[in-house]
């Protein structure tokens, strides 16, 4: 009689069985395999593994994981998605340095805005309305009017993008003639170091006519255009991606006759559009400088001066920023100007004014009054009326 045990059941009751033909069987075989298998389980050493077939779904739960026992290769591809990560787990520690790119940026991250007065704050020429094309309205942001368009740009005080804190915005009443969505709102933006990249536009913009109102950039070539705002009658953000050239100009077009408040803009480097940040206002105001500055007013000083005749004087004058090209120098009429006679009495007003030597920094001019002025003295040029004004525009 030949009898062996189970070779794949090694649990605390084995069982023998015949293995040959001729063994007797007896009942303790029956016996001792029903108690065998009273007591089994599959946990290692005792039968053979189970398939995943035979577990039923659900009934594996993380209590009989043991812990830092799933190892990567055990997950499939793609299969952990952002519904599985509790939100705040995961820390700066776990991203990889320099792994995260622009693509990949929200529009609340904070970047360099390379525009001047994008938040329309500054109207140093004064608050409009700007009819002609052309022509500068809020500081740096000029306007382009094509075929029989017409646009009216105005500062507004009322209607301001308050969600991101402005204070005013240019309010454009548009007339669509044969221009064919043309016609725009913008600002230049001369920078060789945008060539080949990547920029992108953000400009919030309200109107309640559908389809009015779109994104522009132009490459110095062409215009692309972005999205179009709904006529919701709400501020939206329009947004448009170019790669950029040595001059750009970025703006709003007009598709349709509209009135639209434009706000807050901002222009980045990257695929993605970044939120209105404003900047400091002395920063701003510096970069509005760059390329314009007025004086005006009554008795404001314009600069130190010294006679040389009874009706001649020459004139010195620091501009209160560089320029971005050297300027254009003009007064509103000379007759609005006068400098102090020899004796310190009243002023003199100025009957002639030729600026000369004009750079970023600075100019010369040369002036004249009719008579009272002391060779050799010193004196200054100010503004004798309320519509005294020197301009310096430099607008690359």
């Known amino acids: 009689m030949a009898r062996s045990n189970a070779t794949n059941f090694t649990g605390p009751l084995q069982f023998p069985y015949a293995t040959a033909g001729t063994d007797i069987f007896k009942k303790e075989d029956v016996q001792v395999l029903a108690q065998a298998v009273d007591a089994h389980d599959h946990s290692t050493g005792k039968g053979l593994a189970l398939s995943g077939a035979s577990i039923p779904n659900g009934t594996i739960t993380s209590a009989m994981i043991a812990d830092g026992t799933i190892a990567t290769a055990d997950l499939a591809d793609g299969a952990v998605t952002s519904a599985k990560i509790a939100d705040g787990t995961i820390t700066g520690t776990d991203i990889a340095d320099g792994s995260i790119g622009n693509a990949e940026l929200g529009p609340d991250v904070a970047r360099a ?128 991606t170019i790669t950029g050239t040595a001059s750009i100009f970025v703006g709003v077009s007009f598709t349709a006759s509209c009135t639209a408040y434009v706000d807050n803009a901002m222009l980045v ?103 009272g002025l002391t060779a050799g003295n010193a004196t200054n040029m100010a503004g004798l009326t309320g519509t005294a004004k020197l301009m310096v525009e430099a607008n690359p």
């Open 269 to 371: 480097v990257g695929s993605q559009p970044a939120n209105y940040v404003p900047l400091h206002p002395a920063d701003d105001l510096s970069r509005c400088l760059r390329y314009y500055e007025v004086d005006s007013g009554t008795s404001v000083p314009i600069g130190t001066a010294q006679a040389y005749g009874t009706g001649a004087f020459q004139l010195m004058v620091r501009f209160r920023a560089i320029k971005a090209v050297v300027p254009t120098v003009t007064v509103s009429a000379v007759s609005d100007f006068g400098v102090m006679n020899a004796t310190g009495g009243a002023n003199l007003t100025v009957t002639g004014f030729t600026a000369t030597a004009i750079q970023p920094t600075g100019f010369g001019a040369n002036g004249t009054v009719a008579s």
């Open 113 to 240: 805005n390379l525009l001047t007065n994008g938040g329309f704050e500054i109207w140093q020429r004064g608050n409009g309305p700007i009819t002609i094309g052309g022509q500068y309205a809020a500081d740096r942001w000029g306007n382009g009017f094509t075929g029989t368009d017409s646009l009216s740009i105005s500062r507004d005080t009322s209607n301001a993008d308050t969600a991101f804190g402005s204070t005013s915005c240019a309010v454009c009443a548009f007339t669509l003639g044969n221009g064919a969505g043309v016609s725009s709102i913008n600002q230049a933006v001369k920078e060789a170091q945008l060539a080949n990249r990547l920029v992108t536009l953000s400009i919030r913009v309200r109107t309640s006519t559908p389809n009015a109102v779109r994104a522009a950039m132009h490459n110095g070539t062409a215009w692309t255009y972005g999205t179009v705002h709904s006529g919701s009658g709400t501020y939206e953000t329009l947004t448009v």
